[in-house]
């Protein structure tokens, strides 16, 4: 049976053997947690141990933020953490965290944290990783478990947990989805049917954008199995095919990575979804590298995340998915 516990002294007087594996939530449990959980239960293996943090952290939630209404579920969360194989649920007040009330010295998110969800929510990494580094302290993980829908938050703690030397390994677990495409999120059981309708656009517009990249990525390996020869170019019209030619050879002498065209193709649905009822208020959408999150360029090969921010009614919702560049180059 899955543990509750309240306090870091219950916590740390467990006895450890293994490897333990730590999944860190605000609460609010769905799929896409069962899933981290089943995850850190495979990584920790029989003789290891996963502890689920449940903490509604105050420090990441700006002004007219959703801290009082954000859901807290705690009876049910509990039973999913033990379906999903948690040995314990480490569920503090925020008395517990934040001894004292709330800390002087924080952690600094840095330039990166100033992006994107950065910029539309001041502080908000700044808070993020505050609480991360106090939980990491306070359940002394071997590993720690994040999912890529927060793909910026992602790549912040690994480089928080890189530069200030954690000793922890933090490993991102896919976005979990509804059937429709909508990424599984707390959030979104604020969404009207209506608003969940307009919802859809946010990984709609992301799959148009992915659709666009392999297109792409489908004429350049193209182009290079077609030799750019007279000879070769007289027998693919001779059997029909001088027109793929003639497409392959333009791809391969375009800029490698085309994000203009993956952006142009995301866009396209955004905008019209800012006609529907209820309407989209895009926030942002962004083509990054996701060492930096900083905008890539048509030259770009490698990986990449392909962002998307936007409200519908009152609610706010990300997404993003990967996306590599120039990959058999």
Same mark, same amino acid.
């Given at each position: ?5 309240r ?5 740390h ?21 069962a ?21 509604v ?10 801290l ?9 969360d ?5 379906a999903?194989?948690?040995?314990a649920v ?7 965290v ?13 330039p990166?944290?100033?992006r994107?969800e950065?910029?539309s ?7 993020v ?12 993980p ?16 690994r ?20 059937e429709?495409?909508?990424?599984l999120?707390?959030?979104?059981r604020y969404?009207?049917?209506?608003e ?16 666009r990249h $392999? /297109?792409q990525?489908?004429?350049? +390996?193209? =182009?290079?199995e077609?030799? %750019?020869?007279?000879? #070769? @170019?007289? &027998?693919?019209?001779?059997i029909?095919?001088s027109?793929a $030619? /003639?497409?392959?050879?333009?791809? +391969?002498? =375009?800029?490698?990575g085309? %994000?203009?065209?993956? #952006? @142009?193709? &995301?866009r396209?649905?955004?905008?019209e ?19 930096d999150f ?5 030259d ?16 706010r ?13």
């Amino acid at each position: 049976m899955t543990a509750l516990l309240r306090t870091a002294a219950e916590l740390h007087a467990r006895a450890r053997a293994g490897r333990r594996a730590v999944v860190m939530t605000m609460g609010a449990l769905h799929e896409g947690h069962a899933t981290l959980i089943r995850t850190a239960r495979g990584i920790a293996g029989p003789d290891g141990e996963v502890v689920v943090t449940v903490f509604v952290n105050p420090l990441q939630f700006g002004q007219g933020e959703d801290l009082d209404r954000y859901p807290r579920t705690l009876e049910a969360d509990l039973k999913i953490a033990e379906a999903g194989g948690a040995d314990a649920v480490f569920a503090p007040a925020v008395d517990e965290v934040y001894p004292g009330g709330e800390p002087q010295v924080r952690v600094s998110a840095g330039p990166m944290g100033e992006r994107l969800e950065g910029a539309s929510r001041p502080g908000h990494f700044d808070g993020v990783l505050t609480v991360v580094a106090k939980l990491l302290h306070l359940t002394r993980p071997d590993v720690a478990l994040y999912g890529q829908k927060d793909a910026q938050q992602l790549a912040l703690i690994r480089r928080m947990a890189r530069d200030l030397n954690f000793g922890v390994e933090v490993i991102g677990v896919p976005t979990v989805r509804e059937e429709d495409g909508l990424a599984l999120s707390s959030r979104n059981r604020y969404l009207s049917p209506k608003e969940r309708r307009t919802a859809l656009a946010l990984s709609q517009a992301l799959f148009a954008g992915r659709d666009r990249h $392999a /297109a792409q990525e489908a004429l350049r +390996a193209r =182009a290079r199995e077609v030799p %750019a020869s007279r000879a #070769r @170019a007289e &027998a693919l019209s001779a059997i029909g095919e001088s027109r793929a $030619a /003639a497409d392959a050879h333009a791809v +391969a002498k =375009a800029v490698p990575g085309s %994000a203009a065209a993956v #952006r @142009a193709a &995301a866009r396209l649905v955004l905008d019209e979804a800012v006609r529907l009822d209820p309407p989209l208020e895009l926030d942002y959408l962004a083509l990054v590298d996701p060492s930096d999150f900083t905008e890539i360029g048509d030259d770009f090969t490698g990986e990449a995340v392909l962002a998307v921010a936007a409200r519908v009614g009152t609610t706010r919702l990300i997404d993003n998915i990967p996306l590599t560049f120039g990959a058999a180059s």
